[in-house]
């Protein structure tokens, strides 16, 4: 049974800094691109970036500005989000995502999906 699990929201004030995780497990996971993606309320979930594999190619939204870097271990079958200067615009349920090569910037319904984690930033 596969399973991502995300962790490390929360809410922070405006300017603040978290950092996501995601562990997977239950599948072997060599291959596989993971990534994340968010939900505000009201909104379509949106793409916020991805990283394949060997971390060769990664990927992030537009809105992401330079202010997130996504990493990922893969001893640990781990992804990360380093979310900086936070905006309330941030505001959303973000999840985790794997799928087999690339992930798509678009929702798969071949990919793994995590529960999410609340992202809340106050203004």
């Known amino acids: 049974q596969v399973q991502l699990v995300e962790s490390g929201g929360g809410l922070v004030q405006a300017g603040d800094s978290l950092r996501l995780s995601c562990a997977a497990s239950?599948?072997?996971?060599?291959?596989?691109?993971m990534g994340w993606f968010r939900q505000a309320p009201g909104k379509e979930r949106e793409f916020v970036a991805s990283i394949t594999w060997t971390g060769r190619i990664i990927d992030y939204a537009d809105f992401v500005k330079g202010r997130f870097t996504i990493d990922r271990d893969n001893a640990k079958n781990a992804v990360y989000l380093q979310m900086n200067s936070l905006e309330s615009e941030d505001t959303a349920v973000y999840y985790c995502?794997?799928?087999?090569?690339?992930?798509?910037?678009?929702?798969?319904?071949?990919?793994?999906w995590g529960q999410g984690t609340q992202v809340t930033v106050s203004s």
């Open positions: 239950g599948h072997p996971f060599s291959n596989y691109a």
């Open positions: 995502a794997a799928r087999y090569s690339r992930l798509s910037t678009t929702y798969s319904d071949d990919a793994y």
